[in-house]
């Protein structure tokens, strides 16, 4: 039998048996694991909003179905993120067309996200908004300097996407070519657009990681401004950092801390 130690993913998992942490769920149906995504992704538009990430009907967040993974779930066209609830998501189909809900979806964010999950099917979930700092890095075409360690979660795992660049992603090819080079990395700049996520955990992993990179171009910002040259985070230190508080598990985990003030004082998330 496994001690506790052993069994751990993470070092933040306490050693110490017996102590209130967060744990990865389990489900016994395809229904149960459902009911959660759709909860949580609720919950990861409404941090969007408490974050301030609105901006009128642009901004879309996805997570695939756990029973039918060539649909996904996705927040409902004009709908603000702080008003959106389980009973008001959308199921649509890579073709764009809704499976189940009564809103329309965004045709933008089905140009994008279908087009991505498509190229991969082992993303998950995928969030993008038109957010102040990400769009003012973005418009830089330049990827992040490693400068923290929350930089270093990102170290070698973002991409910055000049292709469709400033034109509104509402054409199919746009989307393809952003999939295309998206590849294996968490998170992508598109130079002058804006941030995407994508996650092959969980949508908690790729909204945590999305609001994460929105400070990061903050504070990249800020130094930029400032014209002292900042110091970078060594190879080493960027690698261990990237390993230990920039993986999926970190990203889930970071989320729940979000979740559990959402759910206990937005409780209408669940109608």
């Known amino acids: 039998m496994l001690d506790a130690v052993e069994k751990r993913v993470s070092i933040y998992q306490p050693e110490q048996e017996g102590l209130i942490f967060p744990e990865l769920p389990s489900f016994a149906t395809h229904a149960e694991e459902r009911k959660y995504r759709k909860e949580h992704l609720v919950a990861a538009t409404r941090a969007f909003g408490m974050h301030g990430f609105d901006y ?7 997570v695939r179905d756990p029973e039918r993974p060539e649909l996904y779930w996705t927040n409902p066209m004009c709908v603000h993120f702080s008003q959106v609830k389980v009973s008001n998501l959308v199921l649509a189909d890579h073709a764009g067309n809704v499976v189940e809900g009564t809103h329309a979806i965004n045709r933008a964010g089905f140009v994008l996200h279908s087009a991505v999950h498509e190229a991969h099917p082992d993303i998950v979930a995928m969030c ?31 991409v910055v996407i000049g292709a469709s660049a400033g034109a509104v992603a509402v054409e199919r090819a746009s989307g393809q070519s952003v999939a295309e080079l998206f590849g294996q990395n968490r998170a992508a700049l598109h130079q002058n657009h804006g941030l995407l996520t994508a996650s092959r955990h969980s949508i908690d ?13 903050q504070v990249q910002l800020l130094v930029e401004a400032s014209g ?9 230190s960027a690698l261990y950092s990237r390993e230990h508080v920039g993986n999926d598990f970190i990203g889930w985990l970071h989320f729940q801390t979000l979740y559990d003030q959402i759910a206990a004082t937005q409780p209408d998330m669940f109608e």
């Open 56 to 62: 009128g009907f642009a901004g879309h967040l996805t």
């Open 128 to 158: 993008h908004a038109h957010t102040t700092y990400g769009t003012a890095w973005c418009a830089t075409g330049r990827p992040l300097d490693m400068i923290s360690q929350d930089a270093a979660c990102f170290y070698n795992n973002h």
């Open 205 to 217: 992993d790729a909204a945590f990681w999305f609001i994460a990179l929105e400070r990061c171009c």
């Open 228 to 236: 002292v040259k900042p110091q970078t985070v060594s190879e080493k």
